[in-house]
């Protein structure tokens, strides 16, 4: 089973909007990552926050981590076409050296 | 590009065949993983090699078994294949810190079971 859980699990928006992903988990965690996946192939490493943070930046990403209410967000601003894809939050739990994925969004961006 | 490497791109088996699939980890990574990644959903954590050592499985049964070499590179080898186990498998390389740190992955192999 997944621990993660991203919602929405689909997201239809159009290029230079905003678009927002959020996940949920259920234990102790080290770190949350989040990856991206075009057309069902490799995972791209986008961005991970530690447990003790609560905000973390990169160009036009950024996520949240609230460890009070094991959840997380995503916000990719000024979308583009070509930021379409799947979008999957992984978690880290405690003493444990695994990745936990949950289901995903896919992520439609029209031009 | 990550650097990580798999082959093969696509595979074709019938149930009850036995599958090995290959991956080539980044330079300087000594840890691999392999996920399973059923079509809609996430990808599920099969095992982790570290050092040519197991170090970590998930909830799959023992006719998933690997192997990782001196160079790091890593065998995901399934045997009695089943319908079921048709899926994209990935493979990701990461320095092993005891904690899940940032992994990179391959482009996965597809495999279908027929």
């Known amino acids: 089973s997944q621990q993660g859980e991203e919602d929405p699990q689909a997201l239809s928006i159009q290029e230079g909007e905003n678009a927002t992903m959020n996940c949920s988990y259920k234990?102790?965690?080290?770190?949350l990552q989040w990856y991206r996946q075009n057309s069902g192939r490799g995972l791209v490493h986008l961005i991970l926050?530690?447990?003790?943070?609560r905000e973390k930046h990169s160009g036009r990403l950024r996520v949240t981590l609230d460890t009070s209410k094991k959840s997380s967000s995503l916000l990719i601003t000024a979308s583009r076409a070509a930021d379409t894809a799947s979008y999957f939050c992984a978690t880290a739990p405690k003493g444990y050296n695994k990745l936990i994925f949950g289901a995903g969004t896919r992520l439609a961006v029209h031009p | 590009e990550t650097g990580v490497t798999q082959s093969p791109t696509h595979l074709i088996k019938t149930r009850g065949q036995q599958v090995t699939l290959r991956c080539s980890s980044q330079s300087g990574h000594n840890t691999v993983s392999w996920y399973q990644q059923a079509l809609g959903q996430g990808p599920q954590f099969i095992f982790q090699y570290y050092r040519e050592e197991e170090n970590g499985r998930g909830n799959f049964p023992p006719r998933f078994s690997g192997l990782q070499f001196p160079n790091y590179s890593s065998e995901l080898n399934v045997n009695a294949l089943e319908l079921d186990d048709s899926a994209l498998y990935l493979c990701?390389?990461?320095?092993?810190?005891?904690?899940?740190?940032?992994?990179?992955f391959g482009p996965g192999t597809r495999l279908l079971v027929l």
């Open positions: 990701a390389s990461s320095l092993e810190t005891g904690r899940a740190e940032t992994q990179y």
């Open positions: 926050i530690r447990s003790n943070e």
């Open positions: 234990t102790s965690i080290n770190n």
